[in-house]
Nanobody, 125 residues
């Protein structure tokens, strides 16, 4: 079992930046592919970014490409999402997720096994 906890959400003006962190605990001897998803009110959970366990493979949703950067520090069992040039449409609850190696090929929430509780990001116009 792996437990995930997100940090760093908050309220920011459009054009601003936030950095989300996700700390993993529990069965961290196994390296997992890590991802960020988000869910806005009344919408389905959507893929944001994914990074393979080695950090070699990184993919982004088109809507955040060039503005968001995903990274990880395996020594600290932590992944990050640096969000720049934020827009009101980025407002959502952001979730950290972990999946077995190879999950980085998926953009579907159901292919990830472990989830954090979510952190609210609100971007005001």
């Amino acid at each position: 079992q792996v437990q995930l906890v997100e940090f760093g959400g908050g309220l920011v003006q459009a054009g601003g930046s936030l950095r989300l962190s996700c700390a993993a605990s529990g069965r961290t001897d196994t390296l997992y592919d890590m991802a960020w998803f988000r869910q806005a009110p009344g919408k389905e959970r959507e893929f944001v970014a994914v990074i393979s366990w080695s950090g070699r493979y990184i993919y982004y949703a088109d809507s955040v490409k060039g503005r968001f950067t995903i990274s990880r520090d395996n020594a600290k069992n932590t992944e990050y999402l640096q969000m720049n040039s934020l827009k009101p449409e980025d407002t959502a609850v952001y979730y950290c997720a972990a999946g077995v190696p190879g999950s980085y090929n998926s953009r579907r929430a159901k292919d990830f096994d472990y989830w954090g509780q979510g952190t609210q990001v609100t971007v005001s116009s």
